[in-house]
């Protein structure tokens, strides 16, 4: 790109959180204008005048600054502005995390059927239901939000689900009208949903998500029960001496092999985790 045609119109250097609006007021204030009163445009094919009106078809940008632009704050367990309230979230590994993504499939598809391949359930719910921008705004002009600034408390009220102010978008007249109004940047998404397959597919050190959090996290749910962790002094097919062919007489030279999984902690219990017992 040529550098006349380049423009930075803001550079803000910290985190705005909610308090973004300060820095969309003049943006807004000008794309108002130019929706109601337009703007005078020479047009080179005609060589006439005309009145160039513009609109906002939608803001590209990535998870944490959808929670800036929209007003639904991207943490925690209701994370999924799509969702809302209605989300399937849960605590596992360590994390937060997002499930239920059979709903989102036809009523008739045969992975809804498929209990031990995902979550050890049959899936039998809809999808969420789908909130249009006038139902949102409706819901947004119910809720009192503090003003803004860095100095207001944080604590909001469980009524506000995860709406942390009114998104200044929902000036524009448009605005609510429109099917779509924020859209993801894949950019990270892919890479991070690449770095993960990738990583747990080839076992690398440090970026497979195949950890022992997860494992244990198999066996609290009660699925795939060949992934368990093992517990000491319980034969499985793993650790029993037959597999060794040293008849499960451990001695140096088969060192490795005669090892069977250590004991580990449950996280659940306040027991730690070891690294040994990940050989
Ligand atoms: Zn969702």
Redesign the pocket.
């Known amino acids: 790109m040529k550098k006349e045609y380049m423009m930075m119109t803001v550079l803000i250097t910290e985190d705005p959180g909610r308090s973004i609006d300060v820095y969309l007021r003049p943006l807004v204030d000008e794309l108002k204008d130019l929706w109601t009163n337009g703007v005078r445009t020479y047009d080179k094919s005609t060589g006439k005048m005309f009145t160039l009106r513009a609109a906002v078809m939608w803001t590209v940008n990535d998870f944490p600054a959808y929670a800036m632009v929209s007003g639904w704050s991207t943490k925690g367990y209701m994370a ?1 502005p ?2 809302k309230e209605d ?1 399937t979230s849960g605590w596992h590994a360590g994390k937060v995390c ?1 499930l239920g993504h059979r709903r989102w499939l036809s009523w008739d598809h045969e992975w809804r059927e498929k209990d031990k391949q995902f979550d050890g359930n049959t899936e039998r719910r809809l999808r ?1 239901r789908e909130w249009s921008g006038d139902e949102i705004l409706d819901q947004l002009n119910r809720l009192d939000f503090a003003p803004f600034g860095k100095t207001v408390s944080r604590t909001r009220p469980s009524t506000h689900l995860n709406w942390t102010h009114k998104s200044m978008f929902f000036e524009l007249p448009y605005w609510s009208k429109l099917k779509l109004r924020h859209n993801l940047d894949v950019m990270h998404v892919e890479k991070n949903v690449f770095d993960t397959l990738i990583g747990t597919i080839l076992d690398i050190e440090g970026k497979t998500k195949d950890t022992i959090k997860a494992r244990l996290d198999l066996e609290r749910v009660g699925i795939r029960r060949g992934l368990w962790m093992n517990r000491d002094n319980v034969d499985t097919a793993f650790n029993r001496p037959q597999r060794n062919n040293d008849g499960g007489v451990r001695n140096e030279k088969l060192s490795v092999f005669a090892q069977s999984a250590r004991p580990f902690g449950d996280p659940a219990r306040g027991e730690s985790l070891s690294e040994m017992t990940w050989r």
């Open positions: 999924c799509v969702c989300v997002y969420p």
